[in-house]
């Protein structure tokens, strides 16, 4: 059997294009088990820069970003994220209660699948086995308002890996593991004449992902995440009902190579069609401009962006994202 520890190897380099292409350098010591948590998921988020951890308008994509956000939630939301790369296809699936007395539950479960790869007999050349490698996560969040200006956040990860091979793979090893994480954050609507909202998130407190023993660990990717979110006052927009608000971000984290951020513009017309951009801040070809559409009608909604740094285009087709939403 040739191609197990190859396919290992391959693994570990791809997903760390991964991270470098949704702005997430690893830092040295980071291995493959956590780095799908540095990649950046949901349209809304990813056409604003990732500069969104102030934004009360995420809906259920505030589950990965910052679950304050899903405090102040109007109806309930069903929704469905995904996200299509050179490397891999990610999807979500995601459900929020919200309640005036009790606050906001939410519930997510989140699959990354990079693919299956054929295991051949190093004689013949035969395929005897398929070799496969997935993330899981399943999380809880909960929301609450506090007073009328701030809203508090938490959400519970359980966290998966699974490298396996099925069929007579020989010497292809079945590697495993799992941990719990939590994320904390928070949303506070400034008492000024302009609308501004600051937020902040910290993001994968939790043991190491343990996969074999304790020297063979992979330390989870703690980020903190700052930032604020402010309506600009423009007259004409206004009476024509259209809206111009304004997001800017700075991140820190070890597995983000010290510090980095983002800058957002959201365009908007009578809550009704959303033209986002962005620009991701971070050193190196993780940095670049992103773009998206929002559209909401009632009970549906649909949220469209693609990615354009230069670490994605050296991979192929920039990265898509969608999201599909039905609140009731």
């Known amino acids: 059997m040739r191609r197990g520890r190859p396919w290992i190897e391959r693994c570990v380099r791809a997903l760390a294009v991964v991270a470098v292409s949704a702005s997430a350098a690893t830092s040295a010591h980071a291995q493959n088990g956590g780095l799908f948590l540095l990649v950046p998921f949901g349209a809304h ?19 990965w970003w910052n679950a304050a956000a899903l405090a102040r939630i109007g109806k309930k939301e069903l929704a469905v994220h995904h996200s299509q790369t050179l490397i891999a ?34 004689v013949n050349g035969t395929e005897i086995g398929t070799i496969t490698n997935r993330n899981y996560q399943l999380a809880l969040s909960y929301a609450t308002p506090v007073g009328k200006r701030l809203s508090a956040g938490v959400t519970y990860k359980f966290i998966m890996l699974r490298f396996q091979c099925t069929g ?21 609507v400034l008492p000024t004449s302009l609308p501004i909202t600051i937020g902040a998130s910290v993001r994968n407190l939790g043991p190491a992902l343990q996969v074999k023993d304790a020297e063979q660990a992979d330390p989870l ?45 959201v365009l908007g017309y009578r809550d009704v069609a959303f033209l986002r951009g962005g620009y991701k801040l971070q050193p190196g070809d993780a940095k670049g401009p992103s773009i998206g559409f929002g ?15 230069a670490a994605s285009s050296q991979l192929g087709e920039p990265p898509t994202y969608i999201s599909l939403r039905a609140r009731f």
Do not use: K
């Open 295 to 309: 559209f909401q009608r009632g009970g549906f909604a649909l949220d469209l962006a693609r990615r354009f740094d």
């Open 221 to 265: 990717p703690r980020i903190i995440q700052v930032g604020g979110m402010a309506r600009v006052p423009v007259q004409s927009l206004t009476a024509a009902g259209a809206s111009l608000d304004v997001t800017l971000d700075v991140q820190s984290a070890a597995a983000l190579n010290g510090a980095a951020g983002g800058v957002g513009v």
């Open 45 to 63: 988020a990813v056409a604003q820069g990732e500069a969104v951890v102030a934004d009360s308008t995420l809906g259920t994509e505030a589950m």
């Open 168 to 188: 007579i793979c020989g010497n292809v090893p079945v590697i495993s593991g799992s941990t719990s994480a939590l994320d904390l954050g928070a949303q506070y």
């Open 89 to 122: 296809t990610s999807d979500m699936l995601t459900f929020a209660i919200p309640s005036r007395v009790l606050g906001t539950v939410a519930a997510s479960a989140y699959l990354v699948n990079y693919g299956d790869q054929a295991a051949t007999d190093p």
